[in-house]
């Protein structure tokens, strides 16, 4: 199997039977899920608007769906 940065994987057997095997190309379309850290002291207005302005412009995203904005409560990473 060759993966888009040309590197070939070989995948035993006993994989493809004993373990779940998910096709990112079998439809044309797909949800991609993004963390995005900000600041504390970063406007939040402001990141969604400017992360809204760049999925507007980006020609990849599709415009027909509705897009989710999952903001969830501070998290803190130690």
Same mark, same amino acid.
């Given at each position: 199997?060759?993966?888009?940065?040309?590197?070939?994987?070989?995948?035993?057997?006993? !994989?493809?039977?004993?373990?779940? $095997?998910t096709?990112?190309?079998?439809?044309?379309?797909?949800? &991609? *899920?993004?963390?995005?850290?900000?600041?504390?002291?970063?406007?939040?207005?402001?990141? !969604?608007?400017?992360?809204?302005? $760049?999925?507007?412009?980006?020609?990849?995203?599709?415009?027909? &769906? *509705?897009?989710?904005?999952?903001?969830?409560?501070?998290?803190?990473?130690?």
């Amino acid at each position: 199997m060759k993966i888009p940065d040309n590197r070939k994987i070989i995948v035993p057997n006993s !994989k493809l039977i004993n373990d779940n $095997i998910t096709n990112f190309t079998a439809n044309e379309t797909r949800r &991609l *899920n993004m963390v995005v850290g900000v600041s504390y002291s970063d406007d939040l207005d402001k990141v !969604k608007k400017t992360l809204w302005q $760049i999925l507007q412009e980006d020609e990849r995203i599709l415009k027909t &769906l *509705n897009q989710l904005w999952e903001l969830p409560n501070w998290l803190i990473a130690i």
